[in-house]
């Protein structure tokens, strides 16, 4: 083939190109990677947050500390990437949930609240890391969350998507326009920098409050703070999803 190499892409002399398989290099970097992560994950669980440091991954791999420094240049680093690989992994359950529960959204929307708690309350040290209280790490990724590519924001997507299409079927009870006009609507710059402003304020509204409120219990749950109230939780979320969902089939008067 008479052609020119660019990278890993080869361009023909017609003009068309196609993307060459990764060199070894590239896939022992992208395997490396991985299991930085992994082992990362693995401390996180076993030992909290406090239990993740470079030595220590680099002292499991056979690796010298030095090395490891290639793949993150800092502890903080490390934690954000783990982050984002955390948010993948919760959207893709909330996602196929969703899928799964066919076309209605209101069925959808339970699906995907359920498919949230079942993960969190299944990896707390994971759900602490992501959605607790924020390491430096995690600072930093979270300030970024006003980009609309964002792992949190590919993760709360499907929810305001659902929660339009809702909106779009049937115009479900909210407070009055006014009031979420002069009250809310100001306060609203960081979600409309990753979501966009092309929902209306009652969806943003439905949106926001419903996963404070479900956010909320989960939370609670996770960290055991319902012990005093509740021997199981999912029943008190099961009550508080049933509310919530039950104002998109309630008209506005």
């Known amino acids: 083939m008479n052609g020119v190499n660019y990278g890993n892409s080869v361009l023909g002399s017609q003009g068309s190109s196609r993307l060459s398989a990764p060199t070894r290099r590239e896939r022992l970097r992208t395997s490396t990677l991985s ?22 991954i680099a002292r499991e791999m056979g690796m010298t500390a030095p090395a490891i420094y290639r793949y993150f240049d800092s502890l903080d ?15 893709e359950v909330v996602a196929t949930a969703k899928q799964d529960a066919g076309d209605d959204p209101v069925t959808q929307v339970k699906a995907m609240a359920r498919a949230f708690r079942g993960w969190s309350v299944a990896h707390p040290a994971e759900f602490a890391l992501i959605l607790g209280n924020p390491l430096p ?5 979270q300030e970024s969350c006003d980009e609309e590519h964002h792992p949190g924001v590919e993760f709360g997507r499907p929810f305001m998507e659902t ?3 809702l909106w779009l079927r049937e115009r479900y009870a909210t407070p009055p326009r006014t009031l979420m006009e002069e009250r809310l609507a100001a306060h609203l710059e960081p979600l409309r920098a990753s979501h966009g402003d ?16 479900l956010y909320g219990l989960v939370s609670m749950e996770v960290f055991h703070h319902l012990r005093w109230a509740v021997s199981d939780p999912g029943a008190l979320f099961e009550m508080e999803l049933h509310a919530y969902v039950d104002q998109f089939t309630s008209q506005k008067s």
Request: hydrophobic share 50%.
């Open 35 to 56: 299991e930085i992560k992994e082992e990362a994950r693995r401390l996180l669980v076993t030992g909290g947050p406090d239990a993740i440091s470079l030595r220590a």
């Open 77 to 91: 680093a490390l934690v954000e990437a783990l982050a984002g690989d955390l948010y993948a992994e919760l959207s």
């Open 137 to 141: 790490g995690i600072v930093a990724f």
């Open 163 to 165: 929660i339009n299409a």
């Open 198 to 213: 092309q929902y209306p304020i009652e969806v943003t509204w439905a949106f926001l409050s419903g996963w404070s409120r």
